[in-house]
């Protein structure tokens, strides 16, 4: 089972940024997925998860310019970043919680991370 995350980039403030991160391998299920964070010298945190469900939960720092998606099919989520400011700038990293063909209990898998850089 591997994550392979895309989309980052530079970006001034204000602009806007779409991630993405595909899961692929011999997947049974896909529980909650999410995107995480981390800024030099800083500590990895959350920015947003989606569950099978369709709930989703933020970080107050991006509630209401970020929008967590996904597409159950492709077994993909999306983080759309909307007013970006420089204080985003950050390596992201998609999570998912997945149960593979052979695994009797979901297992935490993390994606590459896509480098967001935003300018003032």
């Known amino acids: 089972v591997q994550l392979q995350a895309s989309g980052g980039g530079s970006v001034q403030a204000g602009g806007s940024l779409r991630l993405s991160c595909a899961a692929s391998?011999?997947?049974?299920?896909?529980?909650?997925m999410g995107w995480y964070r981390q800024a030099p010298g800083s500590q990895r945190e959350l920015v947003a998860t989606?569950?099978?469900?369709?709930?989703?939960n933020y970080a107050d720092s991006v509630k209401g310019r970020f929008t967590i998606s996904r597409d159950n099919a492709k077994k993909t989520v999306y983080l759309q970043m909307d007013s970006l400011k420089p204080e985003d700038t950050a390596v992201y990293y998609c999570?998912?919680?997945?149960?593979?063909?052979?695994?009797?209990?979901?297992?935490?898998?993390w994606g590459n991370g896509t480098l967001v850089t935003v300018s003032s």
């Open positions: 391998g011999s997947i049974f299920s896909i529980n909650i």
């Open positions: 999570n998912a919680a997945i149960k593979s063909v052979r695994d009797v209990y979901y297992m935490d898998y």
């Open positions: 989606t569950a099978s469900s369709g709930d989703t």
